[in-house]
């Protein structure tokens, strides 16, 4: 059976953006965390303000361009895919997930992510992981 996957590159990608592509690197690890709300800061802009961070820990010491990203963080983001719990699943902990290929897209200041992404289990299911976020940043190897 041949599959082929293919990344929609954004025309002018963001600075943080991995523009030469993630395929075949590995999810290893996912993270979320809140932020405490500050109401000494909270001015009547709620969104200016950082409200939560999911992180992907990457492997990409197999992708086919990008090798050195190893760490995405997405800042207010809102998972916009159902049957995907990161928060309480073990879907990430338990088992290698292999990224596929991803496209993004800017609307109204925000981002929006979907990563296509297959688990490698007996079963290899693919999945779409879709997230709209504020702003990301990106940690690379040095």
Excluded at 35 to 52: A, L, Q, S
Excluded at 53 to 80: C, P, Q
Excluded at 110 to 119: A, N, Q, R, T, V
């Amino acid at each position: 059976m041949k599959r082929e996957f293919y990344t929609k590159y954004p025309e002018n990608p963001p600075a943080w953006y991995w523009k030469r592509g993630l395929h075949d690197a590995f999810v290893v690890g996912v993270e979320v965390y809140e932020f405490p709300f500050d109401y000494n800061k909270y001015v009547g802009e709620k969104n200016k303000y950082d409200r939560n961070m999911l992180t992907l820990k990457i492997d990409a010491r197999s992708a086919m361009f990008d090798f050195g990203v190893k760490e995405i963080r997405f800042y207010n983001y809102k998972i916009l895919t159902d049957e995907i719990d990161i928060i309480n699943g073990d879907l990430f902990s338990k088992k290698k997930i292999w990224w596929l290929a991803d496209q993004l897209t800017e609307q109204n200041g925000k981002y929006e992510l979907d990563i296509l992404l297959e688990s490698i289990d007996t079963h290899q299911r693919q999945f779409h992981l879709k997230l709209r976020f504020d702003r990301a940043e990106v940690y690379r190897k040095q």
